[in-house]
């Protein structure tokens, strides 16, 4: 069954914690991977709360273009990465499967916290229709997977099951988490990437 709730996350009103109304300097690198740099604009402040489907760039003078998460791969603005992604949350009453591939879903911007290379760390903002407040989906993503592992639960913390199974290369990594030795996402990701095998 699908979930109508990450698809509404996904077409709705998605903005970062520093939204501001202005441009800020960044860039932006297109699907031939060119880099194209000037300022980025892609969200209306607070209380308006709302993340545009498709960012303004300008890169001289006044006239601004639009594009989409299926027209670039990535962008900055002001020191914060995104890029794009083809995400697809599937769900039954058991779990919830984060798609991504080519084709399936839709494509998104996600924000950038870690790109390592070996585990890469990235966060899916919205906002809580209820509540108004800012909120977000943290994400675990290996560079050859076709998917995403959903790191917490809320205020509930980890998801310890998930990632004890996601992470069964790493033996040590896995008995912290099952020991409770380890509770944030970035401790998840420098645990890992010192396993034997990831170091490089």
């Given amino acids: ?113 870690v790109r390592s290379g070996v585990l890469n760390y990235y966060s899916l903002e919205y906002i809580n229709q209820e509540s108004g407040m800012i909120e977000s989906v943290p994400l675990f993503k290996r560079p050859n997977d076709d998917y995403f592992v959903r790191v917490t639960q809320g205020v509930l913390g980890l998801k310890r099951k998930l990632l004890v199974e996601y992470f069964s290369d790493c033996p040590e990594l896995r008995e912290m988490i099952k020991a409770g030795k380890i509770s944030t996402p970035n401790e998840i990701v420098r645990q890992y990437n010192g396993c034997p095998g990831n170091v490089k």
């Fill in 1 to 113: 069954m699908r979930s109508f709730f990450l698809m509404r996350m996904l077409t709705g009103n998605l903005f970062m914690v520093n939204a501001q109304n202005d441009y800020k300097p960044g860039f932006v690198v297109t699907n031939n991977g060119d880099t194209l740099r000037g300022k980025v604009k892609d969200r209306i402040a607070y209380p308006s709360a709302e993340k545009f489907d498709k960012i303004r760039f300008k890169s001289h003078g006044f006239i601004s273009r639009k594009y989409s998460a299926d027209q670039i791969s990535a962008y900055r603005s002001g020191s914060i990465d995104y890029e794009s992604h083809w995400l697809d949350l599937q769900r039954n009453r058991f779990r919830e499967k984060y798609i991504s591939r080519k084709g399936e879903g839709r494509q998104v911007f996600l924000l950038v916290n």
